[in-house]
């Protein structure tokens, strides 16, 4: 008896985690819609040689740059459309009443991890966002198919990332822990936009 009541709750658990995801689990996108991420985020991974701060590069800007170029999103440039938000002001943005977009929860969480996966798959706007005292980070959840994170002990959504200061260490097509260590994964939320 007792088993059977952990096995319903259990799946009554796993059902209402799943109904808070507002697109069907579709952890496998169309090789098109990946490609056309990997292709177009590839152009902002490089320094131009223009940029005031080249390799100093923050993550907000190829994340900024990243939305508009996929998904024409322009929430986070300036009203003159030259600059960029820091993280901590996407942060902000993304909080602030009458955004455009919406919490689906924390970055070190499986179901939130396959959910924010889904979305992407099925061309929704996502990220994982994290505000810190001085540099918050921001990372793109890109198509793809969740892959098992050993240092999360998880499956977590696939992702694209730029790191202030590091810019050999920028990313496509790697599991969001490549982007955000467990502590920092704990502090972190992914938000969502309609497409």
Known sequence: MKKI??????????TSVAAQCPVPPANAPSAAAKQLAISKLGQYLKC??????NDQSPCNTFASRGLESIYGVTDF???????????NQMWDTVNASGSKWQK??????????????SMANAGWPVIALLKATG??????VIPGEPQTSGTWGMLVANSASF???KPASAYLNKP???AFGPV????ASFFYRNP
Do not use: W
């Not at 920092?184 to 502090?187: I, R």
């Open 163 to 165: 790191f202030l200061d």
């Open 135 to 140: 540099h918050g980070h921001v990372a793109l």
């Open 104 to 117: 689906l929860g924390s970055v070190f969480d499986e179901q939130n991890n396959l959910c924010a996966q």
């Open 176 to 178: 969001l822990s490549s």
């Open 77 to 87: 440039k300036s009203s003159g459309g030259t600059a960029h938000q820091s993280a």
């Open 5 to 14: 009541v952990l096995t319903v709750l259990g799946i009554a658990t796993a």
């Open 48 to 53: 131009e040689s223009n940029d005031p701060i």
């Open 184 to 187: 920092n994964a704990k502090s």
